[in-house]
C-alpha cells in the first residue's frame, strides 16, 4: 500500500477525487500524470466525464498496454464501452463490454489494496453496462436478465459492493423501466439512485442521478418538476465541465420546456453536441441504422 505521505498517494488521490469526488472538472493540465495503473484509469474516467472522448480512449489504450490486472483490464473495456453507449452506438459498446466480463467474470478474488477499486465493481460495471447496450438495443428481455445477474452479485459482495455498483444499478433499471413505458416503476430506483449519491462523494454521480430523476419526473408527467430539476443539472454541468451530462440535461430540457426556452436549450444542445465532436465523441446518426 501507498504511505499516505508519498507524492504518488497525493497525485492518486488527487485523481481519484476527479474522477469520483468534488473536482471533476479539473483541467486535463492540472491532472497529475499517471504514475500507477490505477491513475491511467482515473485520467480516462475523467477525461470522459467532461467529453473529451479522444483523450480518454488514449488513456485506456495506456492502460490495456500496461497491466494484467483482470481488474483495471476490466474496467478499461467497460469504460470504453460506456464512452461508445454515451454517443448512442450501443451493439460497438457491447462488445467492449462482453470483453469486460470475460475478463472477469472467471477470475476469483484478486488481492487489491483499500483504495483501488475490486473484482464485484468490474464484474458489476461490465454486467450493467451489458444490460445498457441491451436497452439501447430494444432488448429489454435481455437488459432485465443482465441487471438479475448484476445484483445478485451485488447481493453476494455484501458489504464490499461499493456505492458506485449500487448507483449504475439502479441507473440501469431506472433507464430499462422507462423504455417499457412503466414509469412508476422506475421512479424509485432513480430516487434511490440519487439518494446514495447524495450520501456518496461524487458529484458527477449526483448530478446524473439528479437528471434520471428529471427524467422520469417528466415520463411521470410532472413537467415542472422535470423542468426545475433539468435547469438545475443544466447549472451543475456548466460549473463543473460535464459535457455530456450538459448534452443530455439540454436535451431534455429541449423536451419538457416551452416557447423560447426550447430553442435555447436545443441551442445549448447543439453547442454541446460540437463541442463534444471537436473533442473526438462522434454521435451515432439518428438516422444510422447500425447501432
Not at 269 to 287: D, L, Q, V, Y
Request: contains cysteine; charged residues 20%; aromatic residues 4%.
Amino acid at each position: 500500500m501507498l504511505a499516505p505521505a508519498s507524492p504518488i498517494y497525493i497525485g492518486s488521490a488527487m485523481l481519484a477525487d476527479a474522477a469520483f469526488g468534488t473536482c471533476p472538472g479539473r483541467a486535463a493540465t492540472e491532472l497529475p500524470a499517471a504514475v500507477r495503473p490505477l491513475d491511467t484509469w482515473y485520467r480516462a474516467v475523467i477525461l470522459g466525464g467532461q467529453g473529451c472522448y479522444a483523450a480518454a480512449r488514449e488513456e485506456l489504450r495506456s492502460l490495456s498496454a500496461s497491466t494484467a490486472d483482470p481488474v483495471l483490464l476490466s474496467l478499461a473495456a467497460s469504460t470504453g464501452g460506456s464512452l461508445l453507449r454515451q454517443l448512442g452506438w450501443h451493439a460497438r459498446a457491447a462488445a467492449f463490454d462482453g470483453r469486460a466480463a470475460a475478463l472477469i467474470l472467471p477470475t476469483g478474488s484478486v488481492d487489491r489494496d483499500e483504495f483501488a477499486p475490486n473484482r464485484v465493481d468490474a464484474v458489476c460495471d461490465a454486467l450493467t453496462g451489458l444490460a445498457a447496450d441491451a436497452l439501447g438495443t430494444g432488448r429489454l428481455a435481455l437488459a432485465t436478465r443482465l441487471l438479475r445477474r448484476s445484483h445478485d452479485e451485488l447481493t453476494r459482495a455484501g458489504s464490499s459492493a461499493g456505492w458506485r455498483a449500487l448507483i449504475r444499478w439502479h441507473w440501469v433499471c431506472a433507464e430499462t423501466a422507462l423504455a417499457s413505458g412503466a414509469a412508476d416503476t422506475a421512479a424509485p430506483h432513480a430516487a434511490t439512485a440519487l439518494a446514495l449519491a447524495e450520501d456518496g462523494p461524487s458529484v458527477r454521480h449526483r448530478v446524473k442521478s439528479r437528471l434520471l430523476v428529471a427524467a422520469t419526473a417528466a415520463a411521470s408527467g410532472d413537467g415542472e418538476r422535470a423542468r426545475v430539476l433539468a435547469d438545475e443539472v443544466a447549472e451543475q454541468c456548466r460549473e463543473h465541465e460535464l459535457l455530456p451530462l450538459r448534452w443530455a440535461s439540454s436535451m431534455l430540457r429541449a423536451g419538457v420546456c416551452t416557447g423560447t426556452r426550447v430553442t435555447a436549450a436545443e441551442a445549448d444542445a447543439r453547442r454541446s453536441a460540437e463541442t463534444i465532436g471537436r473533442r473526438g465523441g462522434h454521435f451515432r446518426p439518428m438516422s444510422d441504422s447500425r447501432l
